[in-house]
C-alpha cells in the first residue's frame, strides 16, 4: 500500500463538544503524520462545493447549514493508505451504524452531526487538499521520526 495524504475536517459539533484533542490524538497516536492543521469558518459557497456530489440530496441543504454553522479545524494526513484507514476510523455515516471503537461509534449518535469529514478515494483526497490548502501551507517533516512506524529499512515504509 502506497503511503497516501488524505483531507479531514473536524465539523462544527466536534469544536463545539470539545473533541478536537480527542479526534486528533486518535490520528497521531495511529502514527500518522500531520502534515498541515489550520481552524476556520467555511464560507456557505466553499461548502456548496465541497459537498456537490450531494446537491440534490433530501439532506443536502441542512447539511450546508449544519457544516457552516460554526468553526471547524482541517488538517492533511499523511500516512500508509491514509484514505481508507482513515475512513475506517471514522467509522460509518450514521452514528447508530459505526462500531464502538470508531470516531462515530464512540461519540456520535446522529444521522447528521457526526463529528468528522474524511475523503472517501485518493482522488477527493487531492481536489479536497487543493481547495483546503495551498500548496505551501503543507509542511515537510523529516522521515527519521518514521523509523518506529514502519519498517524503513527497505526501498519503501512497509
Ligand atoms: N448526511 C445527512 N443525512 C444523510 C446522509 C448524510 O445529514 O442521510 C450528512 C452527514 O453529516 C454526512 C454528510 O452528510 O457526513 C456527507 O454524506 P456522505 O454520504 O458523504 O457521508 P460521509 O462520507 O461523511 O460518511
Ligand atoms: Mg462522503
Request: proline share 6%.
Amino acid at each position: 500500500m502506497p503511503i497516501e495524504k488524505t483531507l479531514v475536517f473536524l465539523k462544527p459539533d466536534a469544536v463545539q463538544r470539545a473533541l478536537v484533542g480527542e479526534i486528533i490524538s486518535r490520528f497521531e497516536r495511529k502514527g500518522f503524520r500531520i502534515l498541515a492543521l489550520k481552524m476556520l469558518e467555511l464560507s456557505e459557497s466553499f461548502v456548496r462545493e465541497h459537498y456537490a456530489t450531494h446537491r440534490g440530496e433530501h439532506f443536502y441543504e441542512p447539511l450546508v447549514r449544519y457544516v457552516t454553522s460554526g468553526p471547524v479545524v482541517v488538517m492533511v494526513l499523511e500516512g500508509k493508505n491514509a484514505v481508507q484507514v482513515v475512513r475506517d476510523m471514522m467509522g460509518e455515516t450514521f452514528g447508530t451504524e459505526s462500531p464502538p471503537g470508531s470516531i462515530r461509534g464512540d461519540f456520535a449518535l446522529s444521522d447528521r452531526y457526526n463529528l468528522i469529514h474524511g475523503s472517501d478515494s485518493v482522488q477527493s483526497a487531492v481536489e479536497e487538499i487543493g481547495r483546503f490548502f495551498r500548496p505551501d501551507e503543507l509542511v515537510s517533516h523529516p522521515t527519521d521520526g518514521l523509523r518506529w512506524v514502519y519498517d524503513m529499512t527497505g526501498t519503501e515504509p512497509v
